[in-house]
């Protein structure tokens, strides 16, 4: 190797890594013009230093390579520190709201203020946000959770015996 494509080669290197900079940092384009640029005074260099040929060759190792390290880059990208999930990782042996909600299913309890639809409702002792099936049930009232779909703890007026 000549002394004349040393400094092409760490032109390239440092190319590549400024491209794939400019995937994981957003620049607005700042690091991509870096990029091409140093992309471009390497190619230059080796046409007028070095031979027509080894500039060809450049620039045919330039369109296969370059294509190749952004799509790595990209890959890459979904296992980096820096981007965001795509989805939560349940803890162990924390239970969710709704598995605490669930055991409300069947038990009766009182509106503690105007269900229209929505309110609050004291079942077991506890308040407990709840929604009626779109009927409007008065403060006081006995209420009956019949079902607990998520978060949501749906009840209706629960009848009187007499």
């Known amino acids: 190797m000549t002394a004349a494509l040393t400094l092409p080669l760490i032109l390239q290197a440092i190319g590549i890594a400024v491209l794939l900079a400019e995937v994981v940092l957003p620049s607005g384009g700042v690091l991509t013009l870096a990029a091409v640029a140093l992309f471009g005074y390497s190619v230059y260099t080796v046409f007028t230093g070095v031979s027509v040929t080894a500039g060809m060759a450049f620039v045919a190792a330039d369109i296969v390579i370059l294509p190749v390290v ?15 999930r795509k989805s939560l990782k349940k803890t162990e042996g924390v239970s969710s709201q709704s598995e605490k909600l669930a055991g409300y299913t069947g038990q009766s309890g009182k509106a503690l203020n105007n269900l229209r639809p929505s309110g609050t409702a ?41």
């Not at 952004?70 to 965001?84: C, D, F, M, Q, R």
């Not at 049930?137 to 019949?146: F, H, Q, S």
């Open 70 to 84: 952004l799509i790595a880059g990209l890959k890459l990208l979904a296992y980096s520190p820096v981007t965001l």
């Open 122 to 162: 004291l079942i077991g002792g506890r308040r407990v946000d709840v929604v009626s099936r779109g009927e409007f049930i008065e403060k006081d009232k006995p209420v009956l959770v019949i079902a607990v779909e998520g978060n949501r703890v749906v009840v209706r007026e629960e009848q009187e015996q007499e």
